[in-house]
């Protein structure tokens, strides 16, 4: 099974969600584009995140010195994304791929980070609460409907809101896979405990 977790928009949970997928399957994780913090990039994020021994981390195909949009990123870098270079790594185990931003966050002038969805990925969409996010995670479906790629299930992270989740899930006729609350803080252990929680309904995706 392979998995690209996107989001509504930036610092949604992708990360977090991310990590917690990869450790409930012991998945092997890939970022394909990351732009900024490469010292405590998102890969470092989740080999800090997870326990088990199986997950392998595959190496980025662009890393961009840039915290900003990847088009922009990388032209301050000197290069053009090509998507034509981002492969897919190969394994026999479960992938969990990691877009950068929501799924119109622009590569280069042609192609945004849907372009990156195979089709033999589930999509998961990662949603946070805010004033305006049930029409960010709206847009984010009808957008994804359009290219005929279906929403395999919704997390949604930060604190409960039911009629926000009702209308979402109603709307888009998505799995609610489950919400990643509030932490004080995200450990290994806190990754393990929502892994656990999250397992089998991954597994029926």
Partial sequence: MKLFITGIGTDVGKTITSAIVTQALEADYWKPVQAGDLDNSDSHKI??????????IHENCYKLNTPASPHFAAKLDGITIDVKQIIEPKTQNHLVIEGAGGILVPLNDSDCIIDLIQKDYKVIVVSRHYLGSINHTLLTYEILKSRNIPISGIIFSGDENKATEEIVLKKTNAKCIGRIDNEPYFDQNVIQYYADKFRDTLLLL
């Fill in 47 to 56: 080999q800090r995140y997870i326990s088990n021994s199986k997950t392998v």
